[in-house]
């Protein structure tokens, strides 16, 4: 794909992503006035912005295979059972969260809560950038990528734990809620660990039986998450 093509298919993604997720939010919170709402889908956008231009240029290819359907040829019936769950789980998470902070006010976090929660989003796409630069297959969904001649990564954040990706992505599910000033939006945590748990280890399984290597790297390093923990 052209340079000129991936940017313009990069802008579409951001800007339909940042709309559907501004259109769940405030029509659950019954008001566009909600500064909370605002700054949470600001900084969530500018982020992935940010992001996904330092990608476009240290690893375009990466980006394209990122800016890819969630559905693809070769991943498994499982991976687009589970994307579909995510989709869908994500927007009622959404939804919670303009329930809670925009329209009822079941809960409320406070001020230094909201800037531990923009601190909490910061962080993680930092660590997901990391991976970025360290691992050019870090593809959203799961398949082997015969076709870019993927290989078993084992440096940087690897050399540590086999799903940093993962790892860097759950402080989203504590950071997102608390910005937009919504304690219930917590609830989604526990979820995310056991979702995310259960696609880590199907994914090793795909990987351990399909990309030379990869059984051995699961046995030099233990831990998935975090180590000492799991």
Do not use: C
Request: glycine fraction near 10%; hydrophobic fraction near 60%.
């Amino acid at each position: 794909m052209s340079r000129p093509k991936l940017i313009a298919l990069l802008i579409v993604e951001i800007v339909a992503m940042v709309a559907v997720m501004g259109a769940v939010l405030f029509v659950a919170a019954g008001s566009w006035r909600w500064p909370a709402g605002w700054r949470f889908i600001a900084l969530f956008g500018a982020l992935s912005l940010l992001l996904s231009l330092w990608l476009l240029w240290a690893d375009p290819a990466l980006l394209q295979e990122r800016l890819k359907p969630p559905v693809q040829r070769g991943q498994g019936r499982w991976d687009r059972a589970f994307m579909g769950a995510a989709v869908l789980t994500f927007l009622a998470w959404l939804a919670l969260i303009g329930l809670d902070a925009g329209r009822f006010g079941w809960s409320r976090a406070a001020g230094w809560a909201q800037g531990l929660g923009a601190l909490l989003l910061i962080a993680s796409y930092v660590g997901i950038g990391w991976v970025f630069r360290t691992n050019s297959f870090a593809a959203p969904v799961v398949r082997i990528q015969a076709e870019r001649e993927q290989t078993v990564i084992d440096s940087g954040p690897y050399a540590l734990i086999r799903h940093p990706m993962y790892a860097f992505a759950l402080p989203i599910f504590l950071g997102a809620p608390l910005v937009a000033g919504s304690l219930w939006g917590l609830m989604a945590v526990p979820l995310a660990i056991i979702g995310i748990g259960w696609r880590a280890v199907r994914e090793e399984q795909a990987l351990a039986s399909g990309l030379r290597g990869y059984a051995d790297y699961a046995r030099r390093v233990r831990w998935r998450f975090a180590p000492g923990v799991w």
